[in-house]
């Protein structure tokens, strides 16, 4: 059976199902690392991509974020020039009760009112203005790092919106210094 649609998925509605001791056959999360790049280095220059609406996103597009900013990242900037941080982990638990989908079914089943449903899927709670992902680079590479969480972003079920966090002065410093040369 196909997986529903994210709409069904992104409202937050009632507390968090986090208590994986009582669930059984939890899935397994998508996001295989939440570090990219090199993760030794310090970077002068971070840009982040944050949240402008409280949501849930399912780690699916977690993922799907960090592939596309990697990939791009790794092409423009080339690996050693840049750190990849997911910053949210997927701990709510969706549950789904599953109902007969084809012609007829109404007259078949009505489902039961306010029925549990069984583990399908995992995501995140967000907030309004949490930092979802971050990228530390140089600033050379910022303009890539800024190109790539915007459209990793598009991968999200919320609107976004992107900042340079740390170290703006050296930014406008390397811009000066580009314009000039």
Do not use: W
Not at 72 to 100: C, D, Q, S, T, V
């Amino acid at each position: 059976m196909a997986r529903r649609p994210a709409r069904c998925y992104t409202k937050i509605a009632g507390p968090p199902y986090t208590r994986k001791k009582y669930v059984r056959s939890i899935p397994a999360s998508k996001i295989t690392s939440f570090e990219a790049g090199n993760k030794t280095a310090t970077f002068p220059v971070s840009v982040s991509l944050y949240s402008k609406e409280a949501c849930q996103v399912r780690h699916v597009a977690l993922d799907a974020v960090r592939m596309m900013t990697n990939r791009y990242m790794g092409k423009k900037a080339g690996i050693e020039n840049y750190h990849l941080i997911i910053r949210i982990y997927p701990h709510h638990i969706l549950r789904e009760n599953k109902m007969m989908a084809f012609a007829g079914a109404d007259r078949l089943q009505d489902g039961m009112r306010r029925s549990f449903g069984k583990p399908m899927d995992l995501a995140a709670r967000i907030r309004a203005n949490q930092a979802l992902v971050t990228i530390h680079t140089f600033p050379e590479h910022v303009e890539s790092a800024y190109r790539a969480l915007k459209m990793g972003g598009d991968k999200l079920p919320t609107p976004f919106s992107l900042k340079i966090d740390v170290g703006e002065k050296i930014y406008q410093k390397y811009k000066m210094n580009k314009e000039k040369a």
